[in-house]
């Protein structure tokens, strides 16, 4: 049989395959299946024997990205706490966005130090210990963590976020989207679960407002929108709205608008943006008129379509229900890491289009992108073009289709109907798409609301968000999970609720023994059954050891006495613990991590 024959009689069937939900389904399990099968096969296969230790795959691993907390971000009290309680409680707390944390369940325990020091400890003290065991890699904390009260009560507190409770409810809440229309295309959005997981704005979050006051179910007939938006960084904001695109399924631009953020501009990322000072030379359009003109042209029953759309919607400060995420749903290298393929690989390797080229950046053409991939993939179906549904690699994903030629009428931009003003953004980048395709007849200023159709919810009501609850006690989770327990070692005088305290939570007390070193050495030897270990050191209280004098017994030191307590407190916990020292000064805190 002829190639092209064999490929048309392939993909008739694989057509057929994907007639109706309940058959993708089916198909998505078995790939799963298969998916599961190969990986065993391949594991079976001896591993190169090139690295002297051998690879532990169950073994804990913790990397840290600190530049996903935004530049100049610094790890305050919450963001430390989630991360502690994300290793204590695991799966049912959401993962800090910050940190991939691989085979958590295999930390067996959580030991917290906090070392209280003065004012000159990082310039005269060389801590032996911490710089062997965490080979003198550290990060330098916020400010607040100074604040030993904020601390231990961050520590004591479980923070609920928003994305949390979704999380809680998802169960319920997906029944609620498996009554909207059994379509093939709603097997592609995002499930509220997923929407959580990834960090999604939410109805009732601080200064996120709905795409729309109601919204209908899904049908046959609900119309993609592809959204791009382009972020320079403010004096208030590291990703401030300075350009959105919207584009529909004819791939015409239904928005295309600079606006002005509310701080000032400090970087214009222009590489990434393509935004430059030129362009945002007089431009007065507003947040507030962006989200005015979204809501008026979306109709309820809208999927968005995007690329990491989340980062999108949080530079709109919107919120949508429906999203397809193409870095989502295709995925054509293995995704086991959780890494996403960017848009401008995925263009090419699927459409066989280039975009984000030397030429510049564009926001239409990256939301025509998107729009062409999450076609491409309703048309083809729930296992193509996502190696973690087994689907496998071929080289031609794109049947081989090379780039057509850009049409050569260019078609000339139509002023506003209602104020005569542009209704696209002058484009930059020679030859873009963005000129070769319908504007809209209305700027955003003008557009209006068409015809107003009645949703049939209200998605914050059907969420039903307890919005004032945004903490829970440590006591609570503790209960819930039979094998965590909690050692309390430090002041609790700061708290501003004390725990009851019992088997599961238990409280130790310098106070209560005769000297320091007793102290840490009930600690030490106790804390063998305990998940959590919160644990503080006052360095003014460690005894010096007795050799750490010189003749003249005027210089007290006690480094050493330090070091010896850290090494025994470290030496007790069991392998693949997790160890988090905080050495924190009037004005400056450094954090050491480490799996034991
Ligand atoms: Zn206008
Ligand atoms: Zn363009």
New binding site residues.
Partial sequence: MAKRELRRSLKSEIDNLFASPETAENEFQQATKRQKRDDSESSSTPKSSGSSQPFDPNRPRVTLHLNRLGNSFRIDCETLAHFIHYTLFGNSLMKPRWTAIANHRNIPQTLVIRINVQEDFFMTTNLKFLNDFFERRWIELDSEISDRSLFWNSMMNVRLTLQEQVRRKSEKMQKTFDILGKHDKSNFILTTAQLADRGFPFPGEEGIVPTKRRYKKLSPSSPLFSVDCEMCETTTANRALTRISIVDEEQNTILDTLVKPDGDITDYVTRYSGITEKMMEGVTTTLADVQKAVQNLLPPDAILVGHSLEFDLRAMRMTHPFCIDVGHTLNYTNSASGGRNSLKNLSEFFLGVQIQTKFGHCSYEDAWAAMRLAQLKIEKGLMFGNTSFGWKYTRDANGGVVEEALQTEVVSTVP?S??T?PTVVGCTVLNCRCRFVNGPS??V??VKLGESIEGDFDWQDTLDLDLDKTTSPIESYLKKDKMTSLMCAFDNSFLDKLPTFSKKIRSKQSSSFPSYDSFINSVASEMLNDSGIFLEIEKERVEPLEDSADETGEVFDNSEGLNTMLEKLVGATTRNSLVIIIVSSPSKNILFNRIK
């Fill in positions: 506003c209602g104020c003003q209305k700027c200023h003008c």
